[in-house]
């Protein structure tokens, strides 16, 4: 198999594994994310293109809040199929980036010193970000039955608004590369504008109290 041959087979696996997964996490999530990795490789030139594809392809094939105690399971299809598909010398590298990215939110940086992943983990947060990442969010909230907002009882994870707080608006500043960096700032903005308008039409016809 080609490499060209390799990434299609790579998209049908990847296509098969997501079907059950929510539409924050759908084939367009994993299409955007490979296109923002590529394009920040480019830019940077600090990985393989070829690996870097595969692995956006697959950074989301295994997400243990989808698939539970199968996690495990998870990653051994992942080796078996780029086993199937000839690709057993970069399994190994693609499979710890895959895990790398996927405990991302316990441990933001991981002990892995890869530039595949640190792509990968920008393009997954830039796009977690910016208009598509306040449609997402609230698509998640709404998949989870999730308060849009509760303005008496703003703790933590109570509503997607307060997901802005405890996540979005913190990615910004966690991105590993100049690129990403660079495309979060529009994206960052977007959201302070989008919640400065929210707060507004919420507080519709409330008298401002003068401090
Ligand atoms: P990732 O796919 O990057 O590992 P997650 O699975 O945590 O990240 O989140 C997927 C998408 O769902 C992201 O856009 C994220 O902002 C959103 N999301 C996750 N948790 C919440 C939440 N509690 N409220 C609203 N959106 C959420
Ligand atoms: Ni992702």
Redesign the pocket.
């Known amino acids: 198999m080609n490499k060209t041959e390799a990434i299609k087979a790579t998209e049908e696996f990847v296509r098969q594994n997501m079907a059950g997964y ?1 539409s ?2 759908d084939w367009w ?1 994993i299409e955007r994310v490979r296109r923002l990795a590529l394009y920040i490789n480019e830019q940077e030139a600090a990985a393989d293109p070829f690996i870097l594809e595969v692995t956006a392809l697959l950074h ?1 094939s295994v ?1 243990s ?1 989808f698939a539970g105690s199968e996690t495990e399971k998870g990653f051994a299809r992942i080796e078996l199929f780029m086993d199937e598909i000839g690709l057993t010398n970069i399994k190994e590298q693609v499979v710890s980036v895959v895990r790398n ?2 405990f ?2 316990k441990n933001p940086s991981g002990n892995l010193k890869d530039p595949v992943l640190f792509i990968i983990q920008d393009a ?2 830039l ?2 970000i910016g208009a598509i ?1 306040i449609a ?6 709404g998949f ?1 039955n ?1 308060k849009i907002y509760n303005p008496e009882t703003e703790q933590k ?1 109570s ?2 608004i ?2 802005f707080y ?3 608006l913190v990615l910004k500043s966690g991105m590993n590369t100049l690129t990403a960096k660079r495309l979060a700032i529009e994206r960052h903005e977007f959201m302070e504008v989008f919640l400065k308008q929210f707060y507004s039409e919420w507080e519709f016809g409330v008298p401002k109290v003068k401090s």
């Open positions: 929510d924050g996490h999530h989301d997400d809040k990215v996927s991302s939110k997954d947060r796009d977690a990442g997402r969010a609230f698509n998640y909230g989870r999730n994870s509503s997607t307060s997901h405890e996540k979005l």
